[in-house]
């Protein structure tokens, strides 16, 4: 069985200051992708960012990035000068044949 | 830009009644998924759907649920006797190809209430 695991409900951050949002995962599978999704107030679902399992490199999007550490199965997201509009639920998610999220992290950002 | 479109925003209805929920992926894709979300809840995967069948489903699409593509642009989700643990929001997503590496475009999701 595939599992995400967010051990942060919530987090906060000084607007223009970075944050780092943990997740941890377990699957059997050797090749499966990783994903980040940000929903705000609206409850869109917006992705953020992914990662290849098979690729060692962690992915960066603009502010975004991850911190990818596949033997400890640890997918974390920085988010650097942190924006007022950054403030959301962020879904950490794993996908094989199917796509599993963890619980999330509310962010919350303080001007 | 193209977007999944779901309908309608909010349903009501009367536990034990069937819904339908409607979803218009994004045109050139060929994977539907729908997820529910629980209130103050994770998202959660139900289904996924590909070359007019089933591909995935998880242990909470059991048989009071199911799902058709009836033409070539929308995606339903039927719960045949709704109960008041399905108050919801689902999500439609669609993808162009599977469920790994490609990137699903969620709808805006429709809020089911049963009462």
């Known amino acids: 069985a595939q599992t995400v695991t967010q051990s942060q409900p919530e987090m906060s951050v000084q607007e223009a200051e970075t944050v780092t949002l943990s997740c941890t995962y377990d699957?059997?599978?050797?090749?499966?992708?990783l994903f980040w999704y940000k929903q705000p107030p609206s409850r869109q679902m917006i992705l953020v960012i992914r990662?290849?399992?098979?690729?060692?490199q962690n992915a960066t999007e603009n502010r975004f990035s991850v911190n990818f550490q596949k033997a400890a199965k640890s997918f974390s997201l920085k988010i650097s000068d942190s924006q007022l509009g950054d403030a959301a639920m962020y879904f950490c998610?794993?996908?094989?044949?199917?796509?599993?999220f963890g619980a999330g992290t509310r962010l919350t950002v303080k001007p | 830009e193209p977007e999944v479109t779901q309908t309608p925003s909010h349903q009501v209805t009367q536990m034990g009644q069937e819904v339908i929920l409607r979803c218009v992926p994004i045109?050139?894709?060929?994977?539907f998924y729908w997820y529910r979300q629980i209130l103050g809840q994770k998202v959660e995967f139900l289904v996924s759907?590909?070359?007019?069948?089933?591909?995935?489903k998880s242990e909470i699409f059991d048989d009071q649920f199911s799902v058709e593509r009836p033409d070539g642009s929308n995606f339903t989700l039927k719960i045949r006797s709704t109960k008041l643990e399905d108050s919801a929001m689902y999500f439609c997503?669609?993808?162009?190809?599977?469920?790994?590496?490609?990137?699903?475009?969620f709808g805006p999701g429709t809020r089911l209430t049963v009462l």
């Open positions: 699957t059997s599978e050797s090749d499966y992708y």
């Open positions: 990662q290849e399992a098979y690729k060692q």
């Open positions: 998610a794993l996908a094989n044949n199917d796509m599993r």
């Open positions: 045109s050139n894709h060929l994977y």
């Open positions: 759907f590909y070359n007019n069948e089933i591909s995935e």
């Open positions: 997503a669609s993808s162009g190809g599977g469920p790994g590496y490609n990137e699903q475009f």
